[in-house]
């Protein structure tokens, strides 16, 4: 009778409600809550669901007492099957940049081609990064708020409207935030459409919105192919730290391009890219701890996740209207500014949507996906820069 009464005892040590009632229970408890607003978000408004469902499941299973399944059992040793993936693809980078190979092989780079001087706005919508960088820092100023350089080139990193390279700068440079800044970067990317038409029509004109801009030429499929190999080039002669992105990015690009890898391009643009996805979401929830997300630091990540994009929107949308002014025999419409974001083809579409508003006849998609794809790229630039200076600048500091 003992015997059963010990081991009743026992199991009631084990379970799930005994957990929950320990010392920092509630926190798990609160951040299943958050793992179920998430999955609402998800798949009840549609917010990012192939990247938020994953996050939010991943955010659930790792806050179960004692189930052990994003860290290592004590008793066991074993480690947890999302502690294996986060190891095998998150502290190793490997997961973002199979994700960019993925995203490589579905890119168009023909717009940008038969424009290059979109590259420019895809180029200026990168200074939501640094904008929010250096607000960042400023935070640190608020009692209870601790951003160093590395944590701040992170946050900074959500106003490339980038998931995946958010995922990677951050599992770089600051680790413990994993779970913050995916979460804002994803959220806010599938509030481009909410949050960029107030900006966009706040710094244009309506004669500027009702630009037509002459219709693209041809791409070759030469072009096409040395493109990426181009880019790769002039990233390893210039940036090699940004080499591991913009390589994988290309690469994928060519195998679709070059049209004798058919069965490897569409493995990279289907299977590898959702199967890297599950994994991929399933390894950054798991980083979404109570002791790291439910604080002030997190409500700050959220703010200047707002502030990136729409200081990253509003770069795109002057620069265009810049470039007007120094060649006016060739405008361009400054709403495809916007697009420079690399939340692809997402913000490209808002740009076209909020054009035809204003002329129902003006198709603005193909010429938004120009500055579109250079925000893929610029933002890839961005990352490799941060990476390569900011441990040098800390190092520095310290």
Not at 160 to 174: E, F, K, M, W
Request: net charge neutral; proline share 6%.
């Amino acid at each position: 009778m003992e015997a059963i009464i010990n081991g009743f005892q026992q199991l009631m040590l084990t379970t799930g409600i005994y957990g929950f009632l320990q010392d920092g229970g509630w926190g798990n408890a609160l951040m299943i809550l958050v793992g179920f607003l998430l999955l609402y978000l998800g798949i009840k408004k549609g917010f990012e669901p192939l990247l938020l469902v994953p996050i939010a499941m991943g955010c659930i299973l790792s806050n179960i007492p004692f189930a052990y399944i994003s860290s290592v059992d004590p008793s066991s040793g074993d480690a947890g099957f999302i502690k294996v993936l986060f190891d095998a693809g998150i502290d190793t980078g490997l997961f973002p940049v199979l994700i960019f190979m993925g995203v490589g092989a579905m890119t168009d780079f023909g717009p940008l081609i038969a424009n290059p001087k979109t590259l420019l706005m895809g180029a200026a919508a990168q200074l939501g990064i640094f904008t929010a960088l250096i607000g960042a820092l400023l935070l640190s100023f608020i009692p209870g708020i601790n951003f160093d350089l590395n944590v701040a080139a992170s946050i900074g990193i959500i106003g490339g409207a980038d998931g995946p390279t958010s995922i990677y700068v951050t599992s770089r440079l600051a680790p413990q935030y994993l779970g913050s800044i995916a979460v804002a970067a994803y959220s806010y990317m599938a509030l481009v459409p909410i949050i960029q038409p107030p900006i966009m029509k706040a710094l244009t004109t309506k004669k500027e919105r009702l630009i037509r801009m002459q219709q693209l030429r041809p791409v070759s499929k030469t072009e096409k192919i040395v493109f990426p190999i181009m880019v790769i080039t002039v990233c390893a002669i210039l940036l090699p730290s940004a080499c591991s992105l913009i390589g994988a990015l290309m690469f994928g690009n060519l195998a679709t391009e070059c049209g004798v890898m058919k069965r490897l391009s569409d493995t990279m643009q289907n299977a590898l890219m959702n199967t890297v996805t599950i994994f991929l979401g399933l390894a950054v929830g798991s980083k979404m701890a109570a002791e790291v997300f439910l604080n002030l630091e997190t409500l700050g990540i959220l703010v200047l996740g707002m502030v990136a994009f729409g200081f990253g929107t509003a770069g795109g949308v002057l620069i265009a209207k810049l470039m007007n002014k120094l060649d006016p025999k060739h405008p361009v419409n400054p709403l495809i500014g916007s697009a420079g974001v690399s939340a692809v083809p997402m913000a490209a579409r808002v740009s076209s949507k909020v054009g035809q508003e204003f002329d129902t006849q003006n198709f603005l998609l193909m010429h938004a996906m120009g500055p579109n794809v250079s925000g893929v790229i610029g933002s890839a630039v961005a990352a490799g820069v941060l990476i390569s200076v900011v441990p040098t600048m800390m190092s520095a500091i310290v």
